[in-house]
């Protein structure tokens, strides 16, 4: 069974750093690509970050560049998201996915999805 299970998130202040995990297991994602997305109930589902899970460089969102930063450690099976500098706008449920196809994370699809976990930044 394939598990995608994200940890780290919590509550910061504003200016404040947090790193996501995501444990994979179950299969292999040699060949896939990793995505870290946001989801809220105004702003919808938005892809932050994304990187191949054999490496290489990695894709950010405008709203998030030069403050995420998406990494992955193929011994330990975990995708990792740095989040620096947080805002009150980074605020919502972020879940980790992999799909073999970079242009279908980029279109908020994927054929594995973690169950997400919450980053709430106050002001």
């Known amino acids: 069974q394939v598990q995608l299970v994200e940890s780290g998130g919590g509550l910061v202040q504003a200016g404040g750093s947090l790193r996501l995990s995501c444990a994979v297991s179950?299969?292999?994602?040699?060949?896939?690509?990793m995505g870290w997305f946001r989801q809220t109930p105004v702003k919808g589902r938005e892809l932050v970050a994304a990187?191949?899970?054999?490496?290489?460089?990695?894709l950010y969102s405008d709203s998030v560049k030069g403050r995420f930063t998406i990494s992955r450690d193929s011994a330990k099976n975990t995708v990792y998201l740095q989040m620096n500098v947080l805002k009150p706008e980074d605020t919502a449920v972020y879940y980790c996915?992999?799909?073999?196809?970079?242009?279908?994370?980029?279109?908020?699809?994927?054929?594995?999805w973690g169950q997400g976990t919450q980053v709430t930044v106050s002001s």
């Open positions: 990187i191949s899970w054999s490496g290489g460089s990695a």
């Open positions: 996915a992999a799909d073999p196809a970079l242009l279908r994370l980029n279109r908020g699809l994927a054929d594995y």
């Open positions: 179950g299969r292999t994602f040699s060949g896939y690509f």
